[in-house]
């Protein structure tokens, strides 16, 4: 089974520029949550899809915002960027996203914000 | 919040050594997991361990939970040179079913 697919690896934006950062699930899982990584915050969660709704939110602005699509494969989107933005962002997907289930995480998006 | 606090942050020990890393959380949970990531890459799972287990085993690791002081450690047997790695521990619970991940601690294995 193929994993978690994070696309693009690697990514250079200028200050207040968007992004798109896309994620393939595991085939069958239905839920997707992202999360955002830095030195100084660690892992910081930022919401999850499921069955194309999100059903968690973390306490990060509106500025970023995500979807899902019939087929599990999410994207998330960060406007106006700033250099606090510049982060590890991480796709994870499981079954049914009950938290009783392990996560399964892709290699990430590494984005720089400059 | 239901983040777990790992200690210690940084361990540098020789190959064979065992690793021994701590978890601890402030409110109740449902499960704790513990997570590995190499450098720049993803996260692994390792463990899964619920609230009413106190003690779980993954070919090297051993994980233990002890509730009553709201603690987990994961203990690697053996180290190799590839478990180099931050190891993550995460809970979920307090009405979430969302992980909350702690800081890590990064473990560096010398040949």
């Known amino acids: 089974k193929a994993g978690v697919t994070q696309t693009p690896r690697y990514l250079i934006k200028t200050r207040g520029q968007q992004v798109t950062l896309s994620c393939s699930p595991i085939?069958?899982?239905?839920?997707v949550s992202w999360y955002q990584q830095t030195p100084g915050q660690g892992l910081q969660f930022l919401f999850e899809?499921?069955?194309?709704?999100?059903?968690n939110k973390g306490n990060f602005p509106g500025r970023f915002s995500g979807r899902q699509f019939s087929n599990s494969r999410s994207e998330m989107n960060v406007s106006t960027l700033e250099l606090g933005d510049s982060a590890l962002y991480l796709c994870?997907?499981?079954?049914?996203?009950?938290?009783?289930?392990?996560?399964?995480f892709g290699n990430g998006t590494r984005l720089t914000v400059t | 919040s239901q983040q777990g606090e790992e200690d210690p942050q940084a361990l540098s020990i020789q190959e064979g050594e065992n690793a021994t890393m701590n978890c601890s959380y402030k409110?109740?949970?449902?499960?704790l997991q513990w997570y590995r990531q190499n450098s720049g890459r993803g996260l692994v799972h390792l463990i899964l361990?619920?609230?009413?287990?106190r003690e779980k085993h993954s070919g090297r690791l051993r994980v233990t939970l002890d509730t009553s002081k709201k603690s987990s450690s994961l203990l690697i047997t053996a180290s190799r040179a590839a478990d180099t790695a931050s190891y993550f521990c995460?809970?979920?619970?307090?009405?979430?079913?969302?992980?909350?991940f702690g800081r890590g601690t990064s473990l560096i294995v010398h040949p």
């Open positions: 994870a997907s499981s079954l049914v996203g009950t938290g009783d289930s392990p996560l399964h």
């Open positions: 085939s069958g899982h239905r839920s």
């Open positions: 899809y499921f069955s194309e709704t999100q059903r």
């Open positions: 409110t109740s949970i449902n499960n």
């Open positions: 361990i619920r609230s009413n287990e």
């Open positions: 995460a809970t979920v619970g307090g009405g979430s079913y969302i992980p909350t």
